[in-house]
């Protein structure tokens, strides 16, 4: 079983900066899991946002975030992140953690095996 803890979530207006934390934890080698963020408000598909590798050298960005988002990882850490700049009102959602083990999955599907409970962004105009 692998958890998913996220944090750093909040309001910011827009042109503004929030980083985002995920903390992955469980009785596996969990620095072997791919991570992303994806993010769903109400009413909403979930929508997929960025992924990074177990190694931390692939990273995949949604075209909304390119350029704007950083995601990266600490696998001494055990923590992803993702770092958003230049945030717009329509980045207003709740963003979530996820993480998979060796399925070779499409990043951008929901198909993730472990999911987190999610943080609130809030971007003001």
């Known amino acids: 079983q692998v958890q998913l803890v996220e944090s750093g979530g909040g309001l910011v207006q827009a042109g503004g900066s929030l980083r985002l934390s995920c903390a992955i934890s469980?009785?596996?080698?969990?620095?072997?899991?791919?991570m992303g963020w994806f993010r769903r408000g109400p009413g909403k598909e979930r929508e997929f946002v960025a992924a990074?590798?177990?190694?931390?050298?692939?990273?995949y960005y949604s075209d909304s975030v390119k350029g704007r988002f950083t995601i990266s990882r600490d696998n001494v850490k055990n923590t992803m992140y993702l770092q958003m700049n230049s945030l717009k009102p329509e980045d207003t959602d709740v963003y979530y953690c996820?993480?998979?083990?060796?399925?070779?999955?499409?990043?951008?599907?929901?198909?993730?095996?472990?999911w987190g409970q999610g943080t609130q962004v809030t971007v003001s105009s």
């Open positions: 990074v590798k177990w190694s931390g050298v692939d990273t």
């Open positions: 469980g009785r596996t080698a969990v620095s072997y899991y791919d």
């Open positions: 996820a993480a998979d083990f060796g399925r070779n999955i499409d990043f951008v599907t929901p198909y993730w095996g472990y």
